[in-house]
């Protein structure tokens, strides 16, 4: 059983303000820190952590932020198929002020170059059972990566995020989609034009699994929605904690969902084993939304073993 995840790695920067400047405005910081993320990078870290076979196909600068990240994927235990390129590693400015509000400025840097993948990479994908891809990479990165997936068998996973209007092409090599609530309406508007702002969330995953493929439209602390094509929707439920911070809990429920669906078996999943891994990463997310930062807040396959317990 393995994983491969084709993905972004940035170092996030991330600045403390009592206010966010406005435009020609300076303000100082109350407080720094950096740490990994980029949406990748932080989900092959929650599929390591969730006890799966992780390998990462990702590009990062020759710098020291680009050791950083090396560094911390492993030390999560993650096979590192990282490219060194001459752009420097991504980063993301991140200013938060004293409300939790943020301002966020990307520069994808070295991701960029992730373009075409070597013979090696497309090896790597076809040998892997599941394949988890996001929207951080450039696109024809994720449609190939998804082409060689599907021809070679592996589950082919896709977390739609940052959404963007899809290829119909590359739908038809996914079987199955994770989005958020804003992303599925997106997308749904994309595919279906007339839906945007009148569909409910059941009936949102009903329409996106329409497309031919397994559908998991994450509801925050209200947990996920499993909708498979020709089934109706089945609600898992999310668990009640103090959450202190959200970031990365999309990511580390992708990462964990995979990991235990990787487990659970191969081919495309059916409800029963989607509604198992969804029950699996609810309780990770959750976990991690009780603790600051994405990749520091992923919780470890004891962690989510002592919760359930
Ligand atoms: P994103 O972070 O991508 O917007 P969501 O907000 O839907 O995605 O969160 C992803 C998952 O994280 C949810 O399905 C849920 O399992 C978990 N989660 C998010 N927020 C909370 C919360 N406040 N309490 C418990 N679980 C949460």
Do not use: W
Not at 208 to 220: K, P, Q
Request: net charge negative; glycine share 10%.
């Amino acid at each position: 059983m393995s994983v491969v995840v084709v993905g972004s790695a940035n170092l996030d920067l991330v600045y403390r303000v009592e206010r966010i400047p406005a435009p020609g405005e300076t303000v100082l910081a109350t407080g720094a820190d950096s740490a990994p993320g980029g949406k990748g990078n932080n989900q092959v870290t929650a599929v390591a952590r969730a006890g799966g076979e992780a390998t990462f196909i990702a590009a990062i600068g020759d710098d020291a932020a680009g050791d950083r990240l090396e560094a911390g994927l492993i030390e999560a235990g993650v096979d590192l198929r990282v490219r060194r390129s001459d752009r420097p590693t991504g980063t993301a400015v991140i200013t938060v002020d004293d409300g939790a509000e943020n301002a966020i400025v990307v520069d994808s840097g070295a991701n960029r170059t992730l373009v075409d993948l070597t013979d090696v990479e497309r090896d790597l994908i076809a040998g892997a059972d599941v394949l988890l891809l996001q929207l951080e990479t450039p696109l024809e990165t994720v449609e190939r990566a998804a082409r060689v997936g599907h021809a070679a068998g592996a589950t082919v996973v896709l977390n739609a995020a940052p959404i963007r209007p899809l290829p119909a092409e590359l739908l038809s090599t996914v079987d199955l989609l994770i989005v958020n609530e804003h992303e599925a309406a997106q997308l749904a508007a994309d595919t279906h034009g007339a839906f945007r702002g009148r569909a409910d969330e059941e009936e949102l995953a009903q329409v996106l699994s329409s497309l031919g493929l397994a559908v998991i439209i994450t509801l925050g602390s209200r947990g996920a929605l499993v909708c498979v094509p020709g089934e109706p929707p089945a609600h898992v439920a999310g668990h009640p904690v103090d959450a202190v911070d959200t970031t990365g809990a999309g990511d580390t429920f992708c990462g964990a969902l995979v990991a235990e669906l990787d487990r659970s078996g191969g081919g495309r999943p059916d409800l029963g084993r989607l509604v198992d891994a969804a029950a699996f990463a609810t309780v990770a997310a959750a976990l991690s939304v009780q603790r600051p930062g994405a990749v520091p807040s992923i919780p470890t396959l004891e962690e989510i073993h002592d919760f359930r317990a």
